[in-house]
T-cell receptor, first 113, second 110 residues
Framework: DADVTQTPRNRITKTGKRIMLECSQT?????MYWYRQDPGLGLRLIYY???????NKGEISDGYSVSRQAQAKFSLSLESAIPNQTALYFC????????????FGPGTRLTVT | DAKTTQPPSMDCAEGRAANLPCNHS???????VYWYRQIHSQGPQYIIH???NNETNEMASLIITEDRKSSTLILPHATLRDTAVYYC???????????FGTGTRLKVLA
């Protein structure tokens, strides 16, 4: 969905490096989410935010942190990347006043060597 | 949240209807059925959702049984571009909690 953008789309980094993945949305939604997907598996929730001042841990938050800089921007950081954080990362948005279905960005493919 | 069960894979001939089943026998009264699909490694795409009535939109129809323990997503005229993994998710509206299982891998055959 072009209304949700993620940068970078692909990234290769080394173990121990700090890396930030960024998500922006023009849908005007209040809720934003970060997921990761490992090969052959479904998505798992890392963090979610229901508004700018609300940040919550998801299922697999260890090793990650987030920042909600504005309603439209939600960043995911890996403080010290490790190889098992190699995965596809997706950002999503939703709006409780409009049905709350989630709209996903195109994903970031992260490889940690 | 209710657990869902989907067949791991299905084939469908191009132009025919694709009927994708989902079992959710432990669904609660306030839980909705959502369907998403993921084409290759793209971001999942919302398809449709419903509570207890059948729903239809431009992409698909959702049929929910009267006891709400199962549902079927229907793609009325499948095309090759419908080849994807389809996820059935049961959750309360407004919750953050989507549980993506492994879904059904639908292959549309020419």
């Amino acid at each position: 969905d072009a209304d949700v953008t993620q940068t970078p789309r692909n990234r290769i980094t080394k173990t121990g490096k700090r890396i930030m993945l960024e998500c922006s949305q023009t849908k005007g939604h209040d809720r934003m989410y970060w997921y990761r997907q490992d090969p052959g598996l479904g998505l798992r929730l890392i963090y979610y935010s229901f508004d700018v001042k609300d940040i919550n841990k998801g299922e697999i938050s260890d090793g990650y942190s987030v920042s909600r800089q504005a309603q439209a921007k939600f960043s995911l950081s890996l403080e010290s990347a490790i190889p098992n954080q190699t995965a596809l990362y997706f950002c999503a948005t939703s709006d409780i006043s409009r049905g709350d279905e989630q709209y996903f960005g195109p994903g970031t493919r992260l490889t940690v060597t | 949240d209710a657990k869902t069960t989907q067949p791991p894979s299905m084939d469908c001939a191009e132009g025919r209807a694709a009927n994708l089943p989902c079992n959710h026998s432990t669904i609660s009264g306030n839980e909705y059925v959502y369907w998403y699909r993921q084409i290759h490694s793209q971001g999942p795409q919302y398809i449709i959702h419903g509570l207890k009535n059948n729903e239809t939109n431009e992409m698909a129809s959702l049929i929910i049984t009267e006891d709400r323990k199962s549902s079927t997503l229907i793609l009325p005229h499948a095309t090759l571009r419908d080849t994807a993994v389809y996820y059935c998710i049961v959750t309360r509206k407004g919750t953050y909690k989507y549980i993506f299982g492994t879904g059904t891998r639908l292959k549309v055959l020419a």
